[in-house]
């Protein structure tokens, strides 16, 4: 049981570049969400989903795509990467109904030069 | 709207009690949590708190919920240096059962 699982660790893009951040988890869970980290601002909500086909804009959603098509991946798209896009990305999965625990992927290190 | 504010920085000796504030918008939050996050790693849950509780003890770790100011705090008795770490309140939004909001995290440093 790997949990919640993020590929890759590191990735430096140029700006204008696009770019999948990918996203697993293997516990069945129906919420999943995408943070941004940014020193002094904690985690900032881009987007989230609560279940396969259904998604829906966080606190800063502009600039990133996603999509929802099975329960296990949520996949995040940066579709023209910008210096302000340079962050710690964190997926995360979230049992549905009233479960409390949120289980974070280990994140993805985004430097846009 | 809704916001989590705590502060930026906290300094204690080692083997005092840290506490570590935090405030929050949403009057209707189901849980309040503590999240803890070390060096290079993802967020970890420490606690939580429902919201019809006003205090939550798990061993060296005690949280307390004033629901009329909207306050947080987490105490952490006899802090050690594998305390040292960045704490983060969160609150999740029951419009929304998925989307929990955090606060700028609190990072605490142990002095010997």
């Known amino acids: 049981n790997a949990g919640v699982t993020q590929t890759p660790k590191f990735q430096v893009l140029k700006t204008g570049q696009s770019m999948t951040l990918q996203c697993a988890q293997d516990m069945n869970h129906e919420y999943m969400s995408w943070y941004r980290q940014d020193p002094g601002m904690g985690l900032r909500l881009i987007h989230y989903?609560?279940?396969?086909?259904?998604?829906d804009q966080g606190e800063v959603p502009n600039g990133y795509n996603v999509s929802r098509s099975t329960t296990e991946d949520f996949p995040l798209r940066l579709l023209s990467a910008a210096p302000s896009q340079t962050s710690v990305y964190f997926c995360?999965?979230?049992?549905?109904?009233?479960?409390?625990?949120?289980?974070f992927g280990p994140g993805t290190r985004l430097t846009v030069t | 709207g809704e916001d989590v504010e705590q502060s930026l920085f906290l300094s204690v000796r080692e083997g005092d009690s840290s506490v570590i504030n935090c405030t929050y918008t949403?009057?209707?939050?189901?849980?309040l949590y503590w999240y803890k996050q070390e060096p290079g790693a993802g967020l970890q849950l420490l606690t939580y708190i429902f919201s019809n509780m006003d205090m939550k003890q798990d061993q060296r770790l005690t949280v307390l919920l004033n629901k009329k100011d909207k306050h947080l705090s987490l105490r952490i008795a006899d802090t050690q240096t594998g305390d040292s770490a960045i704490y983060f309140c969160a609150e999740s939004i029951t419009s929304s059962a998925s989307k929990i909001i955090f606060g700028s995290g609190t990072r605490l440093s142990i002095r010997p």
């Open positions: 989903s609560v279940g396969a086909g259904i998604t």
């Open positions: 995360a999965a979230k049992e549905g109904g009233t479960s409390y625990e949120q289980y």
């Open positions: 949403d009057s209707s939050s189901t849980y």
